[in-house]
């Protein structure tokens, strides 16, 4: 307990108890009221005792504050540390129940979910070991000698990598597309089908596999299958094909596939289609002459082929003239391609029928954008286009054309305006010296448009 003593301003001090340990504590008197203790603080200032009667009172009170002795516990000691324990914890106990009896519930449904996602994921788990051993053995049977199992293995290639892009990764790490390169040597047919098409799902949307496809040689091997004096079946003519298409669509596979010698091939398959109408092969056929014509390492090779004066003669087919103009699209990014497209039979009158087809916004957008740069391109074809109509074409496009074409269409038209005007102002300066020097020189008028005419050629070369 606190020992007390008076100073000399008549003042009561308690002094604390000090002990050797870390943490400093005090006891609580809470033995008395606050209103008996107040009584008699107010008696002794009230009765203005003496100091020694004022010590007397504070002794009386500290005796009836001091705590009872318990003999079953001791008093409790409450240290600082312990007040702010207590203050610190919430005080609703009966949450603490609650949330206690709670977290010692394991509801039986939870249980049951938990159960059964980790039973799920061992399934799966289990099915993609299982899947993964599968291709093994199928690589592994493509690349033993029994020419069946490897059929059959290219042909089960075929079909799990028909719409599963991770099958078509994990299968080209394996090793898979060297074995299937090389059955496209087979003298069986089905083998060679079955090659073919396994090839051709494993590159779909992958790059990667299309570089493998193309480094492993399977290109030539392709070609070879169509050479004389081999006459493939319709089934591997069509698989060569849809090949060229996809191996086309990576751009570093453009110039490696077109000069191969499959755009002759190609152009070859075109003609013999030409006729039969809803052919599938005929439709990959222009859109892999499409893709390789993109490069313009290949415009020489279709030139060469001799592709663009058939395929002027099949532009009206509207299965396909939309894929056509895409391709003269391309030729024409190279003089050798526009000079191609301008000196081929009725090119210009063609071109520029198109530009009226309504019903296939497509094509007029392409046809004006070959017309638009061939104009601003090769000068000497701006009199040929005024001479097929293309005028009047172009302004209805202005007025009917979707906004691409009516942009295309404005600018022809302000290239032959601006060639107009230069056109009237040469003639101009022609008739005014030929006018004074005409005594002299006795021009005719014979001359007049012989020199016409040499100017038109110096404009066409």
């Known amino acids: 307990m606190a020992k007390y003593h008076r100073n000399d301003i008549g003042s009561l001090v308690l002094d604390r ?70 203050y610190n914890e919430p005080k609703n106990t009966d949450f603490k129940v609650v949330k206690k009896a709670v977290n010692n519930v394991k509801p039986e449904k939870l249980v049951d979910l938990l159960n059964l996602a980790e039973a799920k994921s061992d399934a799966e788990t289990t099915k993609k070991v299982q899947a993964l051993e599968e291709l093994k053995r199928l690589v592994k049977d493509l ?18 990598t028909k719409e599963d892009p991770e099958t078509r990764v994990t299968l080209a790490m394996l090793g898979t597309i060297p074995p299937l390169v090389a059955m496209l040597d087979f003298e069986d047919s089905d083998s060679q089908v079955a090659a073919l098409y396994a090839l051709l799902n494993i590159g779909i949307g992958n790059d990667p596999n299309k570089a493998a496809i193309v480094k492993a040689g399977a290109v030539h091997k392709m070609l070879k299958l169509i050479e004389p004096p081999n006459k493939p079946s319709q089934s591997i003519s069509d698989g060569i094909i849809i090949n060229f298409l996809g191996l086309s669509a990576l751009d570093s596979n453009k110039p490696i596939v077109g000069s191969s010698g ?25 859109i892999a002459l499409y893709n390789l014509s993109i490069s313009p390492s290949n ?32 030729v024409v990014s ?12 009725e090119a210009f009158p ?35 286009m005024i001479e097929a109509g293309i005028v ?70």
């Open 17 to 86: 108890h000090s002990t050797t340990s870390a943490v400093t504590h005090f006891r609580l008197c809470n033995a008395f009221s606050d209103s008996s203790l107040r009584r008699k603080i107010l008696n002794a200032v009230r009765c203005g005792a003496s100091s020694r009667h004022r010590h007397q009172l504070m002794q009386e009170m500290l005796n009836e504050a001091a705590p009872q002795p318990k003999p079953k516990s001791p008093p409790t000691t409450i240290t600082i540390r312990s007040v702010l324990k207590e």
């Open 143 to 160: 690349q033993v000698e029994n020419e069946e199992n490897k059929r059959v293995a290219a042909s089960r290639v075929r079909l799990l």
């Open 262 to 286: 499959a755009i002759p091939f190609l152009l070859r398959t075109l003609k013999i289609l030409d006729k039969r109408t809803g052919s599938q092969a005929r439709h990959d056929a222009l």
């Open 299 to 330: 415009i020489s090779f279709i030139l060469e082929a001799d592709l663009i004066p058939f395929l002027m003669n099949t532009l009206g087919d509207m299965e396909v003239s939309e894929r056509i103009v895409a391709i003269f699209s391309n």
């Open 334 to 345: 190279t003089p050798e391609g526009r000079k191609s497209i301008s000196v081929a039979p």
């Open 350 to 384: 063609i071109l520029v029928d198109v530009l009226n087809w309504t019903d296939s916004p497509g094509c007029p957008e392409k046809a004006s954008y070959v017309l638009m740069v061939m104009a601003h391109k090769a000068y000497g074809d701006r009199q040929t």
């Open 392 to 461: 009047s074409s172009l302004l209805e496009l202005t007025l009917l054309g979707s906004t691409l074409a009516k942009k295309r269409a404005s600018r022809i038209l302000e290239v032959l305006r601006v060639d107009k005007r230069k056109q009237v102002s040469d003639n101009f300066s022609w008739n005014s010296s030929a006018a004074v020097s005409a005594p002299i020189y006795g021009y005719s008028s014979s001359s007049t448009n012989q020199y016409g005419k040499e100017c038109f050629a110096f404009e066409e070369g």
